[in-house]
């Protein structure tokens, strides 16, 4: 499994990446990383994946598919999203605290110093004080990740646009009248030879229509937006910086984990398929399924394999009945499926 991480780590995030196992059948507990159509890593060598290449190459969505009458969970992994914001006005500050809250790193683009002293206190993680052009010059971008422009001025607004609109990119949203827009898009693929197949995917005006006035409200609607782009996106899976530089740091890579990932889901659970934390044998673990009694049976388990010596995987299903929902103070209970997979 520690080669299969060495190979996750290294990927290229642009590719079509994709990482299955079989959680049902004989070849239960086979994992493969597939990256651009290419098998980079698989359990068993010349095993079910290697047998079933053109069936895996079609996945294009995750959750369970049913390959050569095996029950396969497919994840589509992504690396940490990231905001990109254009601006640092009114709107940006609301913007950039809704994403701290979700988790999502924010890098802000403003050439007024006034202005990006308001974003690092707003609690941007990476602030670049600079013409835009410039700035933006040190963001490659990726499938993970999000812009928004809201700079002070249409010029600005048009600039940043047209260098964005040639960089990989999750979702790109300008703000602007539909008036406004219109001509924009008209200038960019008439005038400036931008890609009329990227700017017509341009979310412009930005956000969800709720009526938005305040600079909170219209942020509302704009991380909203982004939620959505995020959830239709197909990439399921996010494996944390945290969670990868803990799974391969040199000074701790022979220490035993259990890698443990919700697989399906039936009512009402906290998290969906894709969630994972890494438990260790002394019981603590990192990042989360859900908490609760589910979680800490979870983690029971997982320390039981550990402490016993176990190295192949098991899949559980954990029950949140009534009881146990009522004294996590749930309004109701649910059932989910958990493969616990040994590392090291």
Same mark, same amino acid.
């Given at each position: 499994?520690?080669?299969?991480?060495?190979?996750?780590?290294?990927?290229?995030?642009?590719?079509?990446?994709?990482?299955?196992?079989?959680?049902?059948?004989?070849?239960?507990?086979?994992?493969?990383?597939?990256?651009? #159509?290419?098998?980079?890593?698989?359990?068993?060598?010349?095993?079910?994946?290697?047998?079933?290449?053109?069936?895996?190459?079609?996945?294009?969505?995750?959750?369970?598919?049913?390959?050569? +009458?095996?029950?396969?969970?497919?994840?589509?992994?992504?690396? *940490?999203?990231?905001?990109?914001?254009?601006?640092?006005?009114?709107?940006?500050?609301?913007?950039?605290?809704?994403?701290?809250?979700?988790?999502?790193?924010?890098?802000?683009?403003?050439?007024?110093?006034?202005?990006?002293?308001?974003?690092?206190?707003?609690?941007?993680?990476?602030?670049?004080?600079?013409?835009?052009? *410039?700035?933006?010059?040190?963001?490659p971008g990726d499938a993970d990740t999000f812009f928004v422009i809201v700079t002070r001025g249409h010029g600005s607004d048009v600039r940043c646009l047209d260098a964005i609109s040639r960089k990989p990119h999750?979702?790109?949203?300008?703000?602007?009248?539909?008036?406004?827009?219109?001509?924009?898009? *008209?200038?960019?693929?008439?005038?400036?030879?931008?890609?009329?197949?990227?700017?017509?995917?341009?979310?412009?005006?930005? +956000?969800?229509?709720?009526?938005?006035?305040?600079? *909170?409200?219209?942020?509302?609607?704009? !991380?909203?937006?982004?939620?959505?782009?995020?959830?239709?996106? #197909?990439?399921?899976?996010?494996?944390?910086?945290?969670?990868?530089?803990?799974?391969?740091?040199?000074?701790?890579?022979?220490?035993?984990?259990?890698?443990?990932?919700?697989?399906?889901?039936?009512?009402?659970?906290?998290?969906?398929?894709?969630?994972?934390?890494?438990?260790?044998?002394?019981?603590?673990?990192?990042?989360?399924?859900? #908490?609760?009694? !589910?979680?800490?049976?979870?983690?029971?388990?997982?320390?039981?394999?550990?402490?016993? #010596?176990?190295?192949?995987?098991?899949?559980?299903?954990?029950?949140?009945?009534?009881?146990?929902?009522?004294?996590?103070?749930?309004?109701? +209970?649910?059932?989910?499926?958990?493969?616990?997979? !040994?590392?090291?």
């Amino acid at each position: 499994m520690l080669a299969f991480f060495d190979r996750l780590s290294a990927v290229d995030p642009n590719a079509r990446n994709a990482v299955l196992t079989v959680i049902e059948g004989a070849d239960f507990g086979d994992k493969c990383l597939l990256s651009a #159509g290419k098998l980079l890593w698989e359990r068993d060598e010349g095993g079910f994946f290697a047998r079933n290449i053109d069936a895996i190459r079609s996945v294009d969505r995750g959750g369970t598919v049913e390959i050569d +009458g095996q029950r396969v969970f497919c994840e589509l992994p992504g690396r *940490e999203r990231q905001l990109v914001v254009c601006g640092g006005g009114h709107v940006s500050i609301p913007v950039i605290r809704i994403a701290s809250m979700l988790g999502m790193p924010v890098t802000v683009l403003e050439d007024r110093p006034a202005f990006a002293e308001n974003a690092r206190d707003a609690g941007a993680d990476r602030v670049i004080c600079a013409p835009f052009e *410039e700035g933006l010059m040190q963001i490659p971008g990726d499938a993970d990740t999000f812009f928004v422009i809201v700079t002070r001025g249409h010029g600005s607004d048009v600039r940043c646009l047209d260098a964005i609109s040639r960089k990989p990119h999750a979702y790109i949203g300008m703000i602007g009248s539909r008036r406004r827009v219109a001509l924009v898009r *008209e200038h960019l693929v008439g005038q400036m030879g931008c890609d009329p197949a990227v700017i017509g995917g341009v979310h412009m005006p930005i +956000g969800l229509d709720i009526g938005a006035q305040t600079p *909170e409200e219209i942020a509302v609607a704009i !991380m909203a937006e982004i939620i959505g782009v995020k959830s239709r996106s #197909g990439r399921n899976a996010v494996w944390s910086k945290e969670m990868l530089k803990a799974i391969n740091d040199p000074a701790a890579r022979d220490i035993p984990k259990a890698l443990a990932t919700v697989v399906a889901r039936r009512g009402s659970v906290p998290r969906g398929e894709g969630a994972r934390m890494l438990v260790w044998p002394d019981g603590h673990a990192l990042d989360t399924i859900g #908490g609760g009694q !589910m979680e800490h049976e979870v983690i029971q388990v997982a320390c039981q394999r550990l402490r016993a #010596g176990e190295t192949t995987p098991c899949l559980q299903k954990f029950s949140l009945d009534a009881g146990a929902a009522a004294e996590d103070g749930m309004a109701c +209970g649910g059932e989910v499926t958990v493969l616990i997979e !040994m590392i090291g």
